[in-house]
Structure formats: structure tokens, C-alpha cells
């Protein structure tokens, strides 16, 4: 997969994609990534890349010169079906399903705001999608853009270890993970719970499963809903529900 950056601070995004895994990513080449300064495509002769907003308001608004161009030229060099993704609070909210959408694209091509937002035929003549990653405001998009970059790249084959990590993880059954443990088996006398040191497989498991449906019923109950539960866990759910509101 191509993955290209547009922004203004590239100094922001280079590190984090030398290192760690999307870093591993490139060297194994399962992802090529480059990251683009929008200035370089600025006509103005005094670098501006951002304007006044008509109608009036605060902040600054980026100019559709240099977005229009530099889009437009490295797109030319990114493989047919890619799409332009725009980071801002006003887009679709972003989750593990749109990641996973992403992913299966031959190229992403994030274009990062900054100051008060680009201008809005940018997003109407040149962007395919604009994606939330939250219901807050950041001072650019290029967090946001890492955030969907690295949530893509885990849907690569190849990018992490193991395949079957997905299905156990956070969002892929509709629940939250269960509580991860590691080495030692106690720590400061806190041992770990006694049934993952069992070797009992089925045990471990529905423990696990228990312990995923305890998690997500108290902390994202709007999950719940949507989650594929036995009629039994969802009596279970019901059930803890009553009692925490009679203690
Ligand atoms: C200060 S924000 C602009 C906010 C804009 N004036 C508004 O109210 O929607 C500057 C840039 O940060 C990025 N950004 C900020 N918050 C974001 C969020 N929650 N999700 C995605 N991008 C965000 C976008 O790229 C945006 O163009």
C-alpha cells in the first residue's frame, strides 16, 4: 500500500513513521510512505499558504492554491483507487470497520489542516473523505492523520506478527479485550488472576469472554447493543446491571 502525507510540518510526522512499526513496515515494504510539504507547491512569493476567512471570524483559513497543486501532483504518483483523506472534526467518525475499509485500498493520501481549517472547495473538488478522530479540536491534522495511518498499516498482512491478533482485539467482536497479563505471575504480591496459570484452555477462555463483557458493559455500554451475545450473556449483563443499581 502507498501512504502519502501532504502537510506543512513534516518535522511532526518523519519520526514517527521511521520508528517502531509503521518503521518496519517501510524497511519490509509492505507499506511506502512519504510525506510531502504543501508549501513547496505555494505560488505566493512570500511562502503564504493561509489567508483571512471571508465573512470574517477567528484564525486563518489555508488557501486552495497549494492544496489544489500539491494534491493534484501526488496523486499523479500514487496507483489508481487511492483516496484523499482529509483529517477534521467534521468528518466521519473513525473506527476499527473504517480502518479496516482503508486498509484494503491501494493508496491513503492524508492531507493535513492546520490553523482554522482549508478551504472548503478543497474538500469538495479534491477529497474523498473526511474522517473524526474524536469529538475534541486539535491544533492540526497531523495526529490525526498518524492515528489513521497506524490504524490502517495493523490491517496489513504482514505489518504485525501475528494474523489472529485482530480477532481477539478491542472493537473486532463488538466488545473490548479482556485484561492482558505478563510475566511474573506475582508482582509486589499481586498475583495475576489463578485461572490464566491453569493451562486450561476452555477455562482461560471464558474467562476472557467474561471478563471482555464485564469491561465493555461498564465502561461502553453503547457497544453492547451492537455485540453478537448469547441470550445467557445478556442476561448475565441485565443481571449485574440490577445489582449495581439496588447497591
Ligand atoms: C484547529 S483545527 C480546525 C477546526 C475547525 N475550525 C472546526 O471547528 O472544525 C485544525 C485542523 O486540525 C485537524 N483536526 C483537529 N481536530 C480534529 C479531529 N478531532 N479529528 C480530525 N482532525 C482534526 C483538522 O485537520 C483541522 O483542519
Same mark, same amino acid.
Given at each position: ?66 492544496? #489544489? =497543486?500539491?494534491?493534484? /501532483? ?6 489508481? %483507487?487511492?483516496?484523499? *483523506? @482529509?483529517?477534521?472534526?467534521? !468528518?466521519?467518525? #473513525? =473506527?476499527?470497520?473504517? /480502518? ?6 491501494? %493508496?491513503?493520501?492524508? *492531507? @493535513?489542516?492546520?490553523?482554522? !481549517? ?18 475534541? *479540536? ?110
Amino acid at each position: 500500500m502507498k501512504i502519502s502525507f501532504l502537510t506543512l510540518f513534516p518535522e511532526v510526522i518523519e519520526p514517527y513513521i521511521a520508528a517502531s512499526i509503521p518503521g518496519r513496515a517501510r524497511q519490509k515494504g509492505l507499506a511506502d510512505i512519504s510525506v510531502h510539504n504543501i508549501r513547496d507547491w505555494t505560488q505566493d512569493k512570500h511562502g503564504r499558504v493561509d489567508d483571512y476567512p471571508f465573512g470574517g471570524g477567528a484564525g486563518m483559513v489555508m488557501t486552495p492554491q497549494p492544496l #489544489f =497543486d500539491s494534491i493534484d /501532483a501526488v496523486r499523479a504518483q500514487m496507483p489508481a %483507487g487511492t483516496r484523499v *483523506v @482529509c483529517p477534521s472534526p467534521g !468528518g466521519v467518525p #473513525f =473506527d476499527n470497520r473504517l /480502518a479496516r475499509e482503508l486498509a484494503a485500498l491501494p %493508496g491513503l493520501l492524508l *492531507v @493535513c489542516g492546520h490553523y482554522e !481549517g482549508i478551504d472548503q472547495r478543497v474538500i469538495d473538488h479534491r477529497v474523498d473523505i473526511e474522517i473524526s478522530i474524536g469529538d475534541y *479540536v486539535l491544533t492540526g491534522g497531523e495526529l490525526p492523520a498518524l492515528i489513521v495511518m497506524d490504524a490502517v498499516l495493523r490491517f496489513i498482512p504482514g505489518v504485525v506478527g501475528n494474523e489472529c491478533v485482530h480477532d481477539e482485539e478491542s472493537f473486532e467482536r463488538g466488545l473490548l479485550e479482556y485484561p492482558q497479563y505478563t510475566r511474573p505471575a506475582v508482582f509486589r504480591g499481586i498475583p495475576v488472576p489463578e485461572v490464566l496459570l491453569s493451562g486450561h484452555h476452555a477455562h482461560i477462555a471464558a474467562w476472557q469472554r467474561r471478563q471482555s463483557l464485564i469491561r465493555t458493559a461498564s465502561v461502553r455500554p453503547d457497544l453492547i447493543k451492537g455485540a453478537q451475545l448469547t441470550q445467557a450473556e445478556r442476561e448475565e449483563i441485565a443481571s449485574a446491571r440490577d445489582e449495581s443499581t439496588a447497591e
